[in-house]
């Protein structure tokens, strides 16, 4: 039980952190560019008419593009993540780890999600919306899930180990 009202409590807190102003200017909107760059960067392997410019990824030569709006640069997925291992009972070191193994999993994941709704944009509007609203949502909150788990899994062999 302390651990689901600590997780409530971070989750909270976390979240209205995120929306303020400052947090915004800072971290979540360079995140955001940064995150269309690297998606551009990604994409301009298979095709060098894609480009970034803020947080719109968009195809030079067709006009088709994406934007990378709240809740889709994968900060909202991050911060249940770091709330969830921040309420476990770990040691410190262990909770950093988890925290910083699991943002570069969840981000990879959805830097996938972003280069694959890209192409579905131009593909198929239906197709897109569904992936966008439903499936890519699901996938991420999966994805915080399996890397929490596991991350649960490996603090429990360590200190299993530490106490063998």
């Known amino acids: 039980?302390?651990?689901?009202?600590?997780?409530?409590?971070?989750?909270?807190a976390f979240f209205l952190a995120e929306l303020t102003p400052p947090a915004q200017a800072w971290l979540v909107v360079p995140w955001t560019s940064l995150l269309a760059s690297i998606s551009a960067t990604l994409l301009s392997f298979f095709d060098p008419s894609v480009v970034a410019s803020g947080k719109v990824l968009q195809h030079a030569g067709t006009g088709i593009?994406?934007?990378?709006?709240?809740?889709c640069n994968g900060?909202?997925?991050?911060?249940?993540?770091?709330?969830?291992?921040?309420?476990?009972?770990?040691?410190?070191?262990?909770?950093?780890?988890?925290?910083?193994?699991?943002?570069?999993?969840i981000q990879a994941v959805n830097l996938l999600r972003i280069v694959t709704l890209f192409y579905l944009a131009g593909w198929h509007r239906e197709v897109f919306?569904?992936?966008h609203l439903y499936l890519w949502q699901a996938l991420i909150m999966l994805d915080v899930l399996v890397v929490?788990?596991?991350w649960m899994r490996w603090v429990a062999r360590r200190e299993f180990a530490g106490a063998a």
């Open 129 to 131: 919306e569904f992936a």
């Open 1 to 12: 039980m302390r651990f689901f009202i600590l997780f409530l409590v971070l989750v909270v």
């Open 148 to 150: 929490w788990l596991l």
């Open 75 to 105: 900060v909202e997925a991050c911060l249940i993540l770091f709330a969830a291992v921040l309420a476990y009972p770990a040691p410190w070191r262990a909770r950093l780890v988890g925290a910083v193994v699991g943002f570069a999993a």
């Open 65 to 71: 593009g994406v934007s990378i709006e709240a809740g």
